[in-house]
């Protein structure tokens, strides 16, 4: 499955729990996450988008570390079917 079609997928699931999806670009900082998830009580994490199969490059494993050392949570999302999971976990439930 495409890249783009699981972003859609993960954008359209973060807008039914009633929580914002953008695109999060960062100017002068290459590797940093595709999107925020924003959800509901300041739940937040960033989330990488992946093809199926495919791996994060080693400047953007170097961005995810970078934030998760700060307190971020960082997910690699490359399947449609874990979307809730995720969710959930950002979410705390």
Not at 1 to 25: N, S, W
Not at 50 to 77: D, I, N, S
């Amino acid at each position: 499955m495409r890249e783009k079609i699981i972003e859609q997928q993960l954008v359209k699931a973060v807008k039914h729990t009633g929580g914002m999806c953008p695109k999060f670009v960062s100017p002068g900082l290459n590797g940093m996450p595709d999107r925020l998830v924003l959800l509901n009580e300041g739940h937040m994490a960033f989330v990488e988008v992946k093809q199926k199969g495919k791996v994060p490059r080693p400047l953007q494993k170097k961005r995810h570390k970078q934030l998760q050392e700060l307190g971020y949570q960082v997910f690699v999302l490359d399947d449609p079917e874990e979307i809730q999971e995720i969710l959930k976990i950002i979410g705390g439930k």
